[in-house]
């Protein structure tokens, strides 16, 4: 069994030799653990520091990707290096690394096949009032999107499977954290959670600029993705909601025209009424395209999955041969 733990790295010259020097070389489970950073277009001596402190592989991208690419990169490269778990964590040394055989645990064991490790939110001190709040907010909002029971959605210290990791994929560029959990939640992959520590903040967030722009974009990833994955659902919910109003304003117009005998002829309700109606009709056959279109993904994901596990295998065996 071989452990590789990746770390996503831009100008992390600073840090990252601290993160690096709590990481372990043995972790019970596993006969080999490796290292690995994903150099996401780095301008300081980030490579440099990795090389330094014995990291085994380097994947760089030319110019800066975004922390989601860079993400999906680096679990390309440990399958292909023949992982068959993968630990995902930051440069800036948050999270706990003696916490790292907790957070494979339920793989090793077959119970999981991607584990998040859930920090002590309440008890971080850095963390403002407010951005306790929003933690706590979002990760209740991506539970009920992705029928999960995760805690500290927005963590960043996982653990994957070699099949997670080829299932996976990330649409969004602005971070994979949400989108994992609901796309794993929706399609079936394993997924549990344990309690992990975190160190002292050596840096501010980079993901975190403002409360404001962090929740804009954590709510639109959580309503693209669950569109992706139920779009007839959504789709036909909104449908239903204008096809309701025009219905409703219908029967209004009905009533006062046939019944009430008014003088006036109410023509502003029966056209918004006739709008509400076409308009729910539309996002109806919306919702059914979307549906057809949800069967052809799962189709696509299969293929795509199934190369991805042929090209994995081939390029373990070549690099075994080497």
């Known amino acids: 069994m071989k ?19 709590h990481l372990p070389r043995e972790v019970e489970g596993f006969d080999k653990v490796e ?13 440099g520091e990795a090389k330094k402190n014995g990291v085994d592989h380097v994947v760089s991208f030319k110019e800066n990707q975004g922390l989601a690419k860079g993400f999906m990169a680096g679990l390309s490269a440990c399958v292909r290096l023949g992982a068959d778990v993968i630990v995902n964590t930051d440069a800036d040394n948050q999270y706990n690394a ?50 999960t029971d995760i805690p500290d959605a927005p963590s960043g210290f996982r653990a994957f499977s070699r099949e997670a990791a080829m299932k996976l994929n990330v649409f969004n560029e602005y971070t994979y954290t949400l989108e994992t959990i ?24 980079r993901l975190v600029k403002s409360i404001f722009n962090y929740v804009k974009l954590s709510l639109y990833t959580i309503l693209r993705i669950f569109t992706i994955y ?21 029967i209004r117009w009905l009533y006062l025209f046939f019944i009430a ?62």
């Not at 290292?35 to 490579?47: E, H």
Request: hydrophobic letters at 45%; glycine letters at 8%; one cysteine or more.
């Open 3 to 21: 452990l590789i733990i990746q770390i996503p790295c831009y100008n992390e010259g600073k840090t990252l030799a601290i993160a690096l020097s």
């Open 35 to 47: 290292w690995l950073i994903i150099n996401d277009g780095s301008t300081d001596n980030t490579v």
């Open 98 to 147: 003696e916490d790292i055989p907790k957070l494979t645990a339920p793989i090793v064991q077959g119970k999981a096949d991607m584990v998040v490790g859930a920090r002590p939110i309440l008890d971080i001190e850095h963390f403002s009032k407010r951005k306790k709040m929003l933690q706590k907010l979002g990760s209740w909002t991506v539970k009920l999107a992705s029928k």
């Open 182 to 205: 609901i796309q794993a939640g929706r399609t079936g992959i394993a997924i549990t959670s344990v309690p992990v520590r975190t160190n002292e903040d050596l840096r501010p967030s």
């Open 230 to 250: 139920k779009p007839f659902r959504t789709f036909f919910t909104i449908g239903a909601f204008f096809f309701l109003i025009g219905f409703g304003l219908g």
């Open 261 to 322: 005998g008014t003088e006036r002829t109410h023509v502003p309700s029966l056209i918004l009424a006739s709008i509400c109606i076409i308009l729910g009709v539309l996002v109806g056959v919306i919702a059914i395209i979307g549906d057809l279109l949800a069967v052809n993904r799962k189709l696509l994901e299969d293929i795509q999955y199934r190369v991805r596990k042929q090209e994995a295998e081939l390029e373990t065996l070549k690099h075994n041969n080497q």
